[in-house]
C-alpha cells in the first residue's frame, strides 16, 4: 500500500536550518509529483512546496521561496526540503502528500519547531 514517512523535524533556533525528508513506497515514484504541506497550530493546511515527477520543475509558497528547497532522489524514494533562514512563523507540523489515481495520501507529519 501506499506510505510517506516523514522524518527530520525537530526544535532549532530562529536563523538556522533543518532538512526533511519523504520516504515514499507503495507505488511508482519516478510517475508521480509529490507536495509538501504544513499545518501551524489553529491554522489551516497550507502548501508549502511541490517537486514534478521528472523533478525539473518546482513550485513553492511565496512565504518560502528563497529559503526552502525541494528535491527527490529517485534511488532512493525519497523526497526532501531544505529549509535554511527559518522563522519563528515556519514553526508547524509539515507533510508530504501524493495524488495518485484520483486519491490524496498523507504521511503522519514532522514537527518543526523554530524557537529561541
Known amino acids: 500500500q501506499v506510505q510517506l514517512v516523514e522524518s527530520g523535524g525537530g526544535l532549532v533556533q530562529p536563523g538556522g536550518s533543518l532538512r526533511l525528508s519523504c520516504a515514499a513506497s507503495?507505488?511508482?515514484?519516478?510517475?508521480?509529483?509529490i507536495r509538501w504541506y504544513r499545518q501551524a497550530p489553529g491554522k489551516e493546511r497550507e502548501f508549502v512546496a511541490s517537486?514534478?515527477?521528472?523533478?525539473?520543475?518546482?513550485n513553492y509558497a511565496g512565504s518560502v521561496k528563497g529559503r526552502f528547497t525541494i528535491s527527490r532522489d529517485y534511488a532512493k524514494n525519497t523526497v526532501y526540503l531544505q529549509m535554511n533562514s527559518l522563522k519563528p512563523e515556519d514553526t508547524a507540523v509539515y507533510y508530504c502528500?501524493?495524488?495518485?489515481?484520483?486519491?490524496?495520501?498523507w504521511g503522519q507529519g514532522t514537527q518543526v519547531t523554530v524557537s529561541s
Open positions: 517537486i514534478s515527477s521528472t523533478g525539473s520543475s518546482t
Open positions: 507503495g507505488f511508482t515514484f519516478s510517475r508521480y509529483e
Open positions: 502528500n501524493a495524488r495518485i489515481q484520483y486519491s490524496m495520501y
